[in-house]
């Protein structure tokens, strides 16, 4: 099945953009980069009738600004030993990685049609048996901090001043292994490990204070001895200033929580605990397409 997103306009548009260098990438860049990889993500769900769209169009914001901003890697050496590590914990969510690292030259975007299909490297949980570049393969929540520990630990063990990022959701922190991984962190003063998590308050099951609610969240991460920020995970300043606090600050792990809202850029899904995990049918994808290409339209007109 072919791949229909964009047009000719918006891809010279992005090239361009992907050619520049990460500090000349303007916030209105940024933009049309997140509404595209919203766009991707939808349609990658769409096409495998099977996955989840609301997390990825909520995280879009923030893995513009990673693969656009702050990450340091090299599409032509991609397991070079210098490139910055992001590990996926909510592996679920993938769907915005791949879209994300599809923008920035990892692969062509015509093979987000092959999501969740038998064969594809895109599996629907992350795998690192058929893609390596990922990092780890995520499925079961509330690993991937210990995951991300043990890279970060071994990387200053061995000098390689390499920063690990890892994504988490709120729902994932109800997990006992988070908190050990939180705790060993502070021990070893794991100070490369940048931790930022998807703050909706949804997880498959509801809303996160109705199933178990996490109390003071940022104040948990305080008291296992991690420096914390709250961040507006849909502004793109506020994004980005939100990680380059967490590369500047010193003496050990720090945790960004970022406020989002499940759905974001399309109208029925915001909020909405029913796109935690469900695919769109046709309508429902035609008119979630039609309103972000409506907002790409808008933002084509500022970079014109």
Same mark, same amino acid.
């Given at each position: 099945?072919?791949?229909?997103?964009?047009?000719?306009?918006?891809?010279?548009?992005?090239?361009?953009?992907?050619?520049?260098?990460?500090?000349?990438?303007?916030?209105?860049?940024? %933009?049309?980069?997140?509404?595209?990889?919203? %766009?991707?993500?939808?349609?990658?769900?769409?096409?495998?009738?099977?996955?989840?769209?609301?997390?990825?169009?909520?995280?879009?914001?923030?893995?513009?600004?990673?693969?656009?901003?702050?990450?340091?890697?090299?599409?032509?050496?991609?397991?070079? /030993?210098?490139?910055?590590?992001?590990? =996926?914990?909510?592996?679920?969510?993938?769907?915005?990685?791949?879209?994300?690292?599809? =923008?920035?030259?990892?692969?062509?975007?015509?093979?987000?049609?092959?999501?969740?299909?038998?064969?594809?490297? =895109?599996?629907?949980?992350?795998?690192?048996?058929?893609?390596?570049?990922?990092?780890?393969?995520?499925?079961?929540?509330?690993?991937?901090?210990?995951?991300?520990?043990?890279?970060?630990?071994?990387?200053?063990?061995?000098?390689?001043?390499?920063?690990?990022?890892?994504?988490?959701?709120?729902?994932?922190?109800?997990?006992?292994?988070?908190?050990?991984?939180?705790?060993?962190?502070?021990?070893?003063?794991?100070?490369?490990?940048?931790?930022?998590? /998807?703050?909706?308050?949804?997880?498959?099951?509801?809303?996160?204070?109705?199933?178990?609610?996490?109390?003071?969240?940022?104040?948990?991460?305080?008291?296992?001895?991690?420096?914390?920020?709250?961040?507006?995970?849909? /502004?793109?300043?506020?994004?980005?200033?939100?990680?380059?606090?967490?590369?500047?600050?010193?003496?050990?792990?720090?945790?960004?929580?970022?406020?989002?809202? =499940?759905?974001?850029?399309?109208?029925?899904?915001?909020?909405?605990?029913?796109?935690?995990?469900?695919?769109?049918?046709?309508?429902?994808?035609?008119?979630?397409?039609?309103?972000?290409?409506?907002?790409?339209?808008?933002?084509?007109?500022?970079?014109?």
């Amino acid at each position: 099945m072919g791949w229909s997103v964009g047009d000719p306009t918006e891809n010279a548009i992005l090239e361009t953009i992907r050619a520049k260098p990460p500090a000349q990438r303007t916030h209105d860049e940024l %933009r049309l980069v997140a509404n595209r990889i919203r %766009r991707n993500a939808v349609e990658a769900v769409y096409l495998a009738n099977s996955g989840h769209p609301g997390g990825p169009l909520g995280l879009a914001d923030i893995y513009a600004v990673l693969y656009f901003k702050v990450l340091n890697y090299d599409v032509k050496n991609t397991m070079a /030993d210098s490139r910055d590590r992001l590990l =996926l914990s909510n592996g679920h969510v993938c769907a915005v990685k791949y879209a994300a690292m599809a =923008l920035a030259g990892y692969f062509s975007e015509e093979e987000l049609a092959t999501f969740r299909k038998l064969g594809s490297r =895109l599996q629907g949980h992350p795998s690192t048996r058929y893609f390596p570049e990922l990092e780890n393969s995520s499925g079961s929540l509330g690993q991937g901090l210990s995951n991300a520990h043990g890279v970060a630990l071994g990387l200053k063990l061995r000098k390689n001043p390499a920063r690990v990022f890892v994504g988490m959701s709120d729902g994932e922190c109800q997990e006992g292994m988070t908190w050990e991984a939180a705790m060993a962190a502070a021990h070893y003063k794991t100070d490369n490990l940048i931790a930022f998590i /998807d703050w909706n308050n949804i997880q498959i099951d509801g809303f996160v204070d109705d199933v178990m609610s996490l109390g003071d969240f940022e104040g948990k991460f305080k008291a296992f001895g991690w420096q914390t920020k709250v961040a507006d995970g849909h /502004d793109l300043v506020a994004i980005e200033a939100a990680f380059q606090w967490a590369l500047q600050a010193q003496g050990g792990p720090k945790v960004i929580l970022f406020k989002t809202r =499940l759905g974001k850029g399309v109208s029925f899904m915001e909020n909405n605990p029913d796109w935690h995990g469900s695919p769109p049918k046709k309508e429902q994808r035609d008119q979630a397409m039609q309103e972000l290409e409506q907002s790409a339209a808008e933002i084509l007109k500022i970079l014109s």
